[in-house]
């Protein structure tokens, strides 16, 4: 630390993302990605005539972008028989991360606070430190999943992933909805990053919520992670919030490539389902396969599982998996005994189970 940093930064914890190693190729299931590539309707809209306009600033609105993803939302929600949502109801950051971290700053404040689970994604920490906020984390239930009736009464801001980080647990939107009933002046977030792999979106929901806000990222259902695509689905008035957070910071917050390839992802969506749906095939399999072994997993819908056995820790097995060239996280914490592994493509998924049997195997357990 210099002795010019800002006080209220010196005792700052910082996220610390999943290693991105350079020393190897490994077989990576460590940060949630998509191992599929891009839609081929992504890399043709990259590969254009746009890469030469980059001399000039990208649309401060990403209007192309934000149109594209109404449109999408509005035909899923219309066949459900739901009001679709306007172009003023979407707003788009770098990464969902960018669009959490704007509405930690706008609705978080002063007075209020924010609330979130325990087990959760540990960027929420994080950003309520960056901006100075009151924090309360809230127990989850024995069982790990997220305790809805623990949120009744408190007045802070909630923040909920679901399906939820770390455990991949769905909370019924039921509960989501007792929590925007229950209190119309309190602002829920539901992140969802994790809700195309079997999950419900809450996005139905915005339409009779104006204290509803929706969080979704492209890095995960849709291959984008290094094109950091995030965006989030609520009122208007709370869109125009984050617009303002935005236009105080970085107006350009999306470059011209990742514009126009999240367009090109939330138009493509036959790639969409069936990208998501080999991820769910392969991680009701990979369930199966660790069970044999001994494993017990969380009931996870997400692109990942969260794995423990008796007889090796979690540290132990993240290990052992990377030097036979595997990724896997291990988290710690209160996870200490789990390891958190990706759901990847059949072969990768096939060389995990491999190196596990190894392991366990070297082991002689
Ligand atoms: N929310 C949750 C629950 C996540 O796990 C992640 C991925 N680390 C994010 C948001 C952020 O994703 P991105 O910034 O890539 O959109």
Do not use: H
């Amino acid at each position: 630390m210099s002795r010019f940093l800002d006080e209220r930064y010196s005792g700052l914890d910082p996220y610390v993302p999943g290693e991105q190693p350079q020393d190897r190729s490994y077989v990576k299931l460590n940060t949630n990605e998509s191992p599929f590539p891009p839609s081929p309707r992504v890399i043709a809209a990259i590969g254009g005539e746009e890469a030469e306009k980059l001399n000039l600033y990208s649309d401060p609105m990403a209007a192309t972008l934000v149109r594209a993803i109404a449109k999408r939302f509005t035909a899923v929600l219309k066949k459900k028989g739901l009001p679709g949502i306007s172009e003023k109801q979407v707003f788009v950051g770098n990464g969902s991360d960018e669009v959490l971290a704007f509405a930690f700053g706008a609705f978080c404040g002063k007075g209020r606070g924010v609330a979130f689970p325990e087990i959760g994604y540990g960027f929420y920490p994080v950003f309520a430190q960056f901006f100075s906020l009151d924090a309360t984390p809230v127990p989850v239930k024995e069982d790990m999943s997220v305790d809805a009736a623990a949120f009744k009464g408190l007045s802070q801001t909630v923040v909920i992933a679901n399906p939820n980080a770390q455990t991949g647990i769905y909370l019924p939107l039921s509960d989501i909805e007792t929590l925007l009933s229950e209190n119309k002046d309190r602002l829920v977030i539901v992140d969802e990053a994790y809700c195309d792999f079997g999950a419900e979106s809450a996005v139905g929901l915005v339409g009779r919520y104006d204290n509803l806000l929706v969080v979704q990222t492209m890095s995960k259902s849709r291959q984008l992670a290094g094109g950091r695509v995030g965006f989030a689905i609520g009122s208007e008035e709370v869109i125009a919030d984050l617009n303002a957070m935005k236009f105080s910071f970085n107006p350009y917050n999306l470059n011209r490539l990742s514009i126009l390839a999240g367009a090109a992802a939330v138009e493509d969506e036959e790639y969409f389902l069936s990208a998501t749906a080999a991820v769910i095939e392969e991680r009701e399999r990979l369930k199966k396969e660790f069970g044999k072994l001994g494993f017990e997993s969380t009931p996870s819908l997400a692109n990942f599982l969260l794995v423990r056995r008796g007889g090796i820790g979690g540290r132990e097995l993240y290990l052992a998996l990377k030097q036979k060239g595997v990724l896997v996280r291990w988290l710690g914490g209160r996870l200490s005994d789990y390891v958190r592994i990706t759901v990847g493509s059949r072969e990768q998924n096939d060389v995990l189970i491999a190196a596990v049997r190894e392991i366990l195997k070297e082991k002689s357990i």
